[in-house]
């Protein structure tokens, strides 16, 4: 059973930095793809960004290419989204996923495997 727990939300002002970790156990995350996605209030899960296991190759959406990072350790089995130049409507529910279940990645049915997110809210 893979378990993923995220850490590192919070409140924050438009322009400020957070870096949000996801806590892998059950599968190693150099193995697998992950990926970080967000909910917000009355809105649909997005995709933000992934990272590929094999290659470590990363992909991000338009929204926050340009200002966010995702990256792993794997000696701590953790995967991180480093978010710069934060605006008020990157505000959501961040979570961490894994498990590739063989639909695209840039979907929530394309993984199994869920944390149980993070709030980030930004402030203007």
């Known amino acids: 059973q893979v378990q993923l727990v995220e850490s590192g939300g919070g409140l924050v002002q438009a322009g400020d930095s957070l870096r949000l970790s996801c806590a892998a156990s059950?599968?190693?995350?150099?193995?697998?793809?992950m990926a970080w996605f967000r909910q917000a209030a009355g809105k649909e899960r997005e995709f933000v960004a992934r990272?590929?296991?094999?290659?470590?190759?990363?992909y991000y959406s338009e929204s926050v290419k340009g200002r966010w990072t995702i990256s792993r350790d794997n000696d701590k089995n953790t995967i991180y989204l480093q978010m710069n130049s934060l605006k008020p409507e990157d505000t959501a529910i961040y979570y961490c996923?894994?498990?590739?279940?063989?639909?695209?990645?840039?979907?929530?049915?394309?993984?199994?495997?869920w944390g149980q997110g993070t709030q980030v809210t930004v402030s203007s």
């Open positions: 990272i590929s296991g094999s290659s470590g190759g990363t």
């Open positions: 059950g599968r190693t995350v150099s193995s697998t793809a």
């Open positions: 996923a894994a498990g590739w279940t063989g639909a695209s990645m840039s979907v929530p049915r394309g993984y199994a495997y």
